[in-house]
């Protein structure tokens, strides 16, 4: 497992175990994560009732043995520094976020507008930083 090799650290953002990590850093820096996912989404998005799907993040989480897994590996490496089930909880709502095709497309239009969103006066990301972002996810199929 490429995971172990590397002592727990994921080397992409946009798989499992680097999603976790991206979870797990932002339980340390924000009060209340998943609040504020949820208002970063509806700002970018531009649709105020966007939220998550209680039934499907909870089936997530009963069903979450294999993201549990790499958590508690990468948490046995010393990267990853939060309580594992809070971070899992958090992952499967940010998983389950209830939106139209148009309310993603809206959400994540700056990657294809060089960082800027249609109906956000400031960038979201610099050129640069949309081209890499897209760069990463290219790479990861998506």
């Known amino acids: 497992?490429?995971?172990e090799m590397e002592q727990g650290i994921p080397r992409n953002p946009f798989i499992n175990a680097g999603a976790l990590v991206v979870c797990d850093m932002l339980q340390g820096r924000l009060s209340a994560p998943r609040q504020r996912m949820l208002e970063v989404v509806r700002g970018l998005s531009g649709v105020s009732d966007i939220s998550y799907d209680t039934?499907?993040?909870?089936?997530?989480?009963e069903h979450?043995?294999?993201n549990a897994a790499i958590a508690w590996l990468m948490k046995s490496f010393g990267n990853f520094h939060h309580d594992v089930t809070t971070v899992l909880q958090n992952y499967f709502h940010y998983c389950a976020l209830k939106?139209?095709?148009?309310?993603l497309a809206r959400t994540f239009v700056f990657l294809a507008n060089q960082g800027k969103a249609?109906?956000?006066d400031e960038p979201v990301v610099t050129p640069m930083q949309a081209r890499q972002?897209?760069?990463?996810m290219a790479t990861s199929g998506m």
């Open 1 to 3: 497992m490429q995971l």
């Open 55 to 61: 039934v499907v993040a909870r089936s997530e989480f």
């Open 64 to 66: 979450s043995a294999r």
């Open 99 to 103: 939106m139209s095709c148009v309310e």
């Open 118 to 120: 249609i109906h956000i």
């Open 133 to 136: 972002i897209n760069a990463l």
